[in-house]
């Protein structure tokens, strides 16, 4: 047994004690977990109350994706602002304890343990949606796109998150995608929608990558158009534009597993859909396939 381990047994209040003798099969797989990562032992040790959840809810059942934001929601239900941060860092990992505890113990297969992990990393980025849109929208009021209707932003996920193959370790790749320019209406001051997309991509990438004290995923914006001297949210218009004239070989291979991760998803849909005709083209191109 671990050093780790060891000092868990020794600290944990006397409910984890017990469970530790009923079931020394669920004991063993705690001792794995501890062995295999500092990050999560630590977590234990630092909330050992989370051995009696991980005890029953590693026999949870697959959770379809819209079900991972609803429990997220509800986790952080009527916190104050201060608090929000610190509550996606505990439900982040809370479930990396039951992700892990499953693979480790040969209960998941792979495709399942990197689903999980990208579904965790888009509930998380979906409720730092809400908390920084509702914020600004306090203060600018909503985005108006055309003819005064609103307008949304999409949170797109690249690389292996956009795959749905995140691992435990892995930056999640992002690019942000606005509806339309306009300006907002509603609040105390109004602002371009382009400057209230940027500053809702930037409390995300903020909140989300623990800038804010968040969760602390790592957050990779090179794959943008534009990579890290593109506008850090750009126009439904614009990345369409970019994707249909501009993108090279390896920026349309790229959307291949790209999907929307949070926020608007029709909004993303009609990239994909808009850039389909370079991404799978009717023939090949000659020159791109020589070079």
Request: aromatic share 8%; proline share 5%; with cysteine.
């Amino acid at each position: 047994m671990s050093a780790l381990a060891e000092r868990f047994w020794a600290e944990a209040p006397e409910p984890v004690r017990a469970l530790r003798a009923r079931e020394p099969g669920f004991a063993a797989a705690l001792a794995l977990l501890a062995e295999h990562s500092q990050f999560l032992a630590e977590a234990l040790l630092e909330s050992p109350e989370l051995a009696l959840w991980l005890a029953q809810a590693r026999r949870a059942p697959l959770r379809a994706r819209d079900e991972w934001a609803v429990d997220l929601a509800a986790f952080t239900a009527d916190l104050p602002p201060d608090a929000r941060a610190d509550a996606l860092g505990r439900f982040r990992r809370r479930e990396l304890l039951r992700i892990a505890a499953r693979d480790l113990a040969g209960e998941a297969p792979l495709a399942e343990t990197t689903q999980e992990l990208a579904h965790l990393a888009d509930a998380v980025l979906q409720q730092c949606y809400v908390w920084v849109w509702s914020d600004l929208a306090q203060r600018y009021g909503i985005p108006q796109g055309e003819a005064g209707a609103g307008a949304g932003l999409a949170v797109m996920a690249l690389g292996k998150l956009g795959g749905e193959e995140l691992n435990y370790s892995s930056d999640i790749d992002l690019m942000f995608l606005y509806a339309a320019e306009g300006e907002t209406a509603g609040g105390g001051r109004s602002i371009a929608n382009r400057e209230f997309f940027i500053r809702l991509a930037q409390g995300i990438c903020a909140l989300a990558g623990g800038e804010a004290g968040g969760p602390a995923y790592r957050v990779d914006l090179r794959l943008r158009p534009g990579g890290r001297e593109g506008d850090l949210a750009l126009s439904l218009p614009a990345a369409i534009r970019y994707y249909l004239r501009e993108a090279r070989e390896w920026e349309l291979q790229m959307l291949i597993r790209a999907r929307v991760s949070a926020g608007a998803a029709a909004l993303g849909e009609r990239l994909l859909e808009a850039a389909t005709v370079r991404v799978y083209p009717a023939a090949p191109d000659a020159a791109a396939l020589a070079q």
